[in-house]
């Protein structure tokens, strides 16, 4: 054989397998997926110092800007939560989960436009987007993480999650085997559903991981669960977590002031 035509060969055999064990050679996805945004936000105390009328009026409408966007539809869905008294740098959250990104904007273009964003600090928000799992093929043929329809746990455990870049230098076999056992763990914890998205190249962690539950204590039992498998010992970030309580924007309004 020819070098030159040994070279090609080796060309065409390294792109028919891509490193997370896919066959490529397909055109590149661009189906609309779905976006998440996990947005924080910290109230300031000068706001409880406002006169009572003022606080009042405020907080309606906010409230009524979330309640619009959250009726809106178009494939728009948004879940709030109050961290109060459960984080210090944190005091509620908006999960907001669209197919454009824009929309994202464009709520937040509203809220700025509202009193109450005047006392409001995000320390905290995270993008990401909605893919298939590469590692759940073998347990569900259809495979996970298409569409997102967020639940109705009474709470939700977020984080950002980052691997160490030695992750992504283990074979798709070993990655697929330790991921085997990392589902195999957690599979008597029925009362937990995860929600796993991405952030490659679109924000700082590479997923955001998010767990809907009526029960913290299994949460804690999984969670604690899982630091015994071999797949944790490539963590590289899972954190800061938040546990955030969901509830109608009013009666998070009203745990603020």
Known sequence: MEPREYKE????RMVDLDPAGL??????????????NYAFFKLEPEFRRLPREEIEAAKEEFAQVCQAWASRGQGFILRTYSLVGLRADADFMLWRISFDVQDFQAMQRELNHTRLAGYLRQPYSFLSMQKRS?????????????????????YLFVYPFVKTRSWY???????????????????PF?????????????????FVVAFDSNYPQEFVDLVHRLRF??????????????????KGIREILEDLA
Do not use: W
């Open 169 to 187: 230098d283990l074979s798709p076999q070993a990655r697929q085997g330790m991921m085997d056992e990392h589902i195999y763990v957690s599979a």
């Open 190 to 206: 029925t009362g937990v559903t995860l929600n796993t998205s991405y952030s490659y190249g679109i924000d700082d962690q590479e």
């Open 134 to 154: 590469i590692y759940v093929d073998r347990f569900n043929p259809e495979g996970e993480g298409v569409q997102l329809l967020p639940g109705q746990g009474k």
């Open 229 to 246: 498998t071999e797949a944790s010992q490539y963590t590289l970030r899972d954190t800061p977590m938040f546990t955030c309580a969901q």
């Open 23 to 36: 066959i490529s050679r397909k055109a590149p996805d661009q189906a609309k997926r779905q976006f998440m």
């Open 9 to 12: 060969k080796e060309t065409r």
